[in-house]
């Protein structure tokens, strides 16, 4: 099937794109002490060159002393970390690109194989990575109020460098969807409860922060996924209703287009449907979606983690489905990891320079 319709243009508030692939969020891990270097500035400007529509960037912690388990994934905060966000942004827009970082707190975590930990205890809504496993503290209304505060802050942050547009990290059990998840959201306030209308108001209220410091004319994006790092068949919303009363509040607050992770795109969200999350999405709001999982290549992502390499996959599902309207932007990890032309071989029908992906290309910044 022809992939044309891939680029074509998208606009919508701040974002006016040239085509319909955006590079997925993939942690790196390449910015010592939170501080992206010159490496990691030329590895996003590549990607732009080699005709990537939209770039999110890794994600990049806010301003909580627990936000990140990891010391060197890069921050969204402090005179030296947006400096080197500066210069990402400039390198990105002068290949023609456009790019909006995502922006993260991971509460409560696994410690790190490093042996790192933040100076303070992680933070969460009730301690909880997962069922069971405590690893840090329950987040007093004061902890979420400057945590909202912080989410607002590195928005503001973003627009002020001239980013096009920011991504709100609330999937794959992070903070906020720790929030969203009943299993560890154990709160009696105002935040916790035994429904997601609920379980959604810290999430709502961080985006009617981060909206309030951006304004109505720049583009919000949140990333959301149904399943957890520690159950991949996880649903937080079962069926069509669920996953309305999930989402709808949140574009009501101000999210304009919704990203949806799931470990492969061509997946049925729901019974008696082909639908995938997406679709689903999509048809239950009336917003954009962006599609994600395992796009263009044999396997998913959690097996790479395993030392699983993936080749090149045909792109005929993934292009029906975008022709019939099921979403309109298409996320693409691994491939743009390890290719950063990958876009414009599609685009140009070099199918047979695509490259496969291997464990390798995630201990280094693929430059070429």
């Known amino acids: 099937m022809s992939t044309i319709n891939l680029f074509t243009q998208f606009h919508l508030k701040s974002l006016h794109l040239k085509n319909r692939i955006v590079m997925a969020p993939m942690t790196r891990s390449f910015s010592p002490n939170g501080i992206p270097t010159d490496d990691v500035a030329n590895y996003y400007q590549k990607r732009a060159e080699g005709e990537v529509g939209l770039i999110f960037s890794e994600g990049t912690v806010i301003d909580r002393p627990s936000s990140s388990n990891d010391a060197n994934v890069p921050h969204f905060y402090g005179e030296e970390a947006l400096k080197g966000w500066k210069q990402i942004i400039d390198g990105v827009h002068s290949a023609g690109g456009q790019m909006g970082p995502q922006i993260w707190h991971m509460g409560i975590m696994d410690n790190h194989h490093s042996g790192w930990v933040p100076p303070v205890p992680f933070e969460g809504p009730s301690g909880l990575n997962r069922p069971g496993f405590n690893n840090g503290n329950t987040m007093s209304e004061k902890d979420i109020e400057n945590t909202i505060l912080a989410f607002g802050k590195a928005a503001a942050d973003a627009k002020r460098l001239g980013f096009d547009t920011i991504e709100i990290h609330g999937a794959h059990g992070y903070l906020i969807d720790q929030f969203f998840n009943p299993e560890t959201n154990l709160r009696t306030d105002v935040y916790g409860g035994k429904t997601i209308k609920e379980r959604n108001t810290f999430a709502i209220e961080v985006v009617k922060e981060v909206r309030r410091q951006v304004g109505n004319d720049f583009a919000v994006i949140m990333r959301f996924s149904q399943f957890k790092p520690s159950d991949y068949n996880y649903k937080l919303a079962k069926t069509p209703q669920e996953l309305d009363a999930w989402l709808t509040p949140l574009v009501d607050a101000g999210v304009d287009i919704l990203h949806c992770s799931q470990r492969r795109f061509w997946e049925p969200e729901f019974k008696n449907s082909d639908l995938n999350f997406a679709g ?42 975008f022709d019939r309207g099921d979403f309109d932007l298409v996320a693409v990890g691994r491939p743009l990891l390890s290719d950063p032309n990958w876009a414009a071989k599609i685009r140009s029908g070099k199918t047979k320079e695509l490259i496969g ?3 390798e290309a995630l201990a280094e910044l693929v430059l070429e």
Do not use: C, M, Y
Request: glycine letters at 14%.
């Open 280 to 321: 689903w999405a999509k048809k239950v709001t009336g917003s954009p979606t962006i599609t994600v999982g395992s796009v263009g290549l044999s396997g998913d992502f959690f097996g790479a983690f395993a030392g699983e390499s993936s080749q090149p996959a045909s792109l005929d599902e993934l292009t029906k489905r």
């Open 357 to 359: 992906f291997t464990k």
